[in-house]
């Protein structure tokens, strides 16, 4: 296993944060100043988007989802004293393994990063005969260890939980195709070293017609890494509708059970973000929000959400926690 850290959580960084504004009625809201990442931090960059953060010490770091002028899309390693104003690398991450070489031209996008015994780990979607979900872990976020990809093609939105639960590793996924994936639930997976993985169990379905919910209707998959709450893990997740100008994300959430994470306790019927700023509405995917990373300030009960726009640029969200759950608890549904 890789070596631990060793940074006392009274160093890490303050996460951003801004009051909702005046005559918000919602529990989550958006950064004034977003986008915060887009083409602009990479030379020849098309758009970063779809990327994950976390506090890094007194610092922060990323893995970022960079698309340049082949639109092939890669992974770069970015930096930020603030969480807000990045460095992005120009040039894509490198893995050391000693798994069989991949092959050369291997897409690597929509990344999540973890921060696991000690360890921050890397899942992404990894081409391999088709998608599937690539891990590697690194303690610098200067090298990184790659390992056995998790399953077989075809499978996106690998997300790990942070900790073990009854003796195992546990990761969200959502089995798709090689396509445009025009389906798709949410399942579960274990394992006890990180690399051989099973008791897949599903968790959620897409769906929810027959409760009046159109907005997850065709297909769900799970982002940030799940938060450990007392009412149980909170996930934030993408759920997809299919309507006359194609497909549109958004943002929802539910609450899993501690010890049993394929139990679902809470699941919110209304969404909590939908692509309406223009930055959202607007750019190489239309109507996209996809969320993938979450800071939370456990002292002060705050949220950071980081998500894709429109396939193109990150932007910030912000939530209070108390706030979140109890609109979850409140708005509930199951199907």
């Not at 705050?302 to 759950?325: H, K, M, N, S």
Request: proline letters at 8%; aromatic letters at 12%; hydrophobic letters at 40%.
């Amino acid at each position: 296993m890789p070596p631990a850290l060793a940074t006392p959580a009274a160093e890490l960084a303050p996460i951003p944060w801004e009051p909702a504004p005046d005559g918000c009625d919602q529990v989550v809201w958006r950064h004034s100043g977003n986008p915060v990442v887009g083409a602009w931090n990479v030379p020849g960059g098309l758009g970063i988007f779809n990327s994950a953060v976390v506090r890094f010490g007194s610092k922060f770091a990323g893995i970022f989802r960079v698309e340049k002028k082949r639109r092939f899309p890669k992974l770069h390693a970015g930096f930020s004293d603030n969480g807000l104003d990045w460095q992005i690398e120009p040039e894509p991450i490198e893995f050391a393994t000693d798994v069989e070489p991949r092959p050369l031209n291997e897409y690597a996008y929509d990344p999540r990063v973890c921060l696991l015994d000690g360890s921050f780990y890397l899942t992404w979607c990894a081409g391999h005969n088709g998608p599937t979900i690539g891990v590697a872990y690194t303690s610098d976020f200067q090298t990184y260890h790659r390992i056995e990809n998790s399953f077989l093609p075809f499978n996106r939105n690998g997300v790990l939980f942070p900790r073990k639960i009854d003796g195992y590793y546990w990761m969200l996924s959502r089995p798709s195709d090689d396509g445009h994936t025009p389906f798709g639930d949410i399942y579960i997976s274990r394992s006890p070293d990180l690399v051989h993985w099973g008791g897949h169990q599903l968790v959620m379905k897409r769906g929810g017609l027959d409760q009046g919910v159109w907005w997850q209707l065709t297909k769900i998959g799970a982002g940030p890494t799940p938060i450990e709450t007392p009412l149980g893990w909170l996930i934030l997740y993408h759920g997809v509708m299919d309507t006359c100008k194609g497909f549109e994300y958004s943002m929802g959430a539910a609450i899993l059970d501690l010890e049993k994470p394929w139990i679902v306790r809470y699941r919110k019927t209304d969404l909590l973000l939908a692509p309406e700023a223009e930055y959202e509405v607007t750019g190489h995917v239309d109507n996209v929000v996809f969320p993938c990373a979450a800071l939370h300030d456990e002292q002060l009960g705050r949220l950071a959400i980081y998500y894709g726009a429109a396939d193109t640029t990150t932007c910030v969200a912000y939530a209070e926690l108390d706030p979140l759950l109890d609109s979850i608890v409140n708005d509930s549904i199951v199907f």
